[in-house]
């Protein structure tokens, strides 16, 4: 049949596709990527206090998840949010906490549970902030903004779109065939985003479900791959594979694409958490020595690595000091050039300058 691109894509083939999937340039990619991800898992260990890596590394690749949407907010208003989210003002920032929001909620439930279907209207629903549910009879188009000409219509109707949804889940948690599981990531998010199951927030769900089922097949612990940054960097081809494989079933190219994204932020992410490690036992070292030993405390440290920004109630909820002691400890950081002390309204907000410039590199 022939594909047209103004009809429903409901002729969108089951899992796994009827073609060779691991070729020999892919096994070999696989290699690479199980490789860099296997790094990354141990140097996540390395890290004594786990809420530095699950608070800060999703923050930014929910920035850059969020900025393939066209989503965009500045790291300044991000981080700044980041210590109160209730207090987030402007759209942009509120949706990108949301997205880390998310990965957090699908973390915490894949620790009990499968990688089932409730999830992902779960997942899409914090998104969104509304209760959602997989399209049925809403026609979605896909085409360029500015020319108006349609490059894709997902499949249309709720028994077909059921159907796929509960195909895709089945090929997710399959164990049959022994495809390596990063071959069976790539296939279900193309999958995904062909079904295209929500009237908005695909893209989105669909970069939290890859993370997720790394976590679900072991090869990751804590959700902390940066995959967006690779999607961001190449985000005309990652679309244009997509359309490759839907126009002409070139699955290969597509496949090769998303292992070497795999591969290229693992390594990136493992960069950063030893980055952010010999910042940490250097910071460590620092206090150790120029502080009064009534200041100091590794927890002290720990709490200014857990965000980039910090303010006095942090110390407080901590159970470190109470506030105007916690006040002189922030100061007395700022005094070693640790933090540096910003006036926002009536409080003091206190930036990490080092621990953003690891973070933002």
């Known amino acids: 049949m022939t594909f047209d691109p103004e009809e429903p894509h409901n002729a969108l083939p089951l899992l796994p596709p009827p073609v060779e999937l691991e070729t020999k340039a892919v096994l070999k990619r696989c290699v690479a990527a199980n490789k860099a991800l296997a790094e990354l898992k141990g140097t996540g260990d390395l890290i004594p ?3 530095v890596l699950i608070n800060v590394i999703p923050l930014q690749e929910a920035k850059l998840s969020s900025e393939i949407e066209n989503i965009v907010t500045t790291q300044d208003a991000l981080f700044t ?3 109160d989210e209730s207090r987030a003002t402007d759209l942009a920032t509120k949706e990108v906490l949301r997205y880390r929001t998310a990965l957090r909620r699908g973390f915490e439930t894949i620790q009990a549970q499968p990688l089932r279907l409730h999830l992902m209207e779960d997942l899409c629903s914090v998104l969104r902030d509304e209760k959602v549910s997989f399209r049925g009879d809403e026609e979605i188009m896909i085409g360029n903004p500015v020319t108006k000409a349609i490059t894709y219509t997902p499949p249309l109707g709720p028994d077909v779109i059921q159907a796929k949804l509960r195909n895709l889940e089945d090929f997710l948690l ?9 071959v ?3 296939v279900a998010h193309y999958q995904f985003e062909a079904i295209h199951p929500f009237t908005d927030g695909n893209g989105r769900t669909g970069r939290i479900l890859n993370i997720l089922f790394l976590i679900h097949a072991g090869l990751l612990r804590i959700p902390v791959l940066y995959l967006s940054r690779h999607l961001i960097q190449h985000k005309a081809e990652y679309y244009r594979l997509l359309r490759g494989v839907t126009e002409r079933g070139e699955w290969e190219p597509w496949i090769l694409f998303l292992l070497t994204g795999v591969e290229e932020t693992a390594t990136w992410t493992t960069g950063r958490i030893l980055a952010v490690r010999d910042l ?4 460590l070292a620092l206090c150790r020595a120029k502080l009064p030993s009534k200041v100091y405390s590794k927890e002290l440290v720990e709490l200014i690595f857990a965000q980039p920004y910090s303010k006095i109630s942090f110390l407080v909820e901590a159970g470190i000091a109470q506030r105007q002691t916690a006040s002189e400890y922030l100061q007395a950081l700022e005094g ?3 933090l540096k002390g910003e006036k926002r309204g009536r409080e003091v907000l206190y930036r990490h300058p080092a621990l953003v410039k690891v973070l933002t590199a």
């Open 81 to 83: 949010a980041a210590l």
């Open 49 to 51: 206090n786990q809420s």
């Open 336 to 338: 070693l050039g640790i």
């Open 280 to 283: 940490f036992d250097e910071t």
């Open 174 to 182: 399959s164990t049959e065939g022994d495809l390596d599981p990063l």
């Open 184 to 186: 069976r990531m790539a």
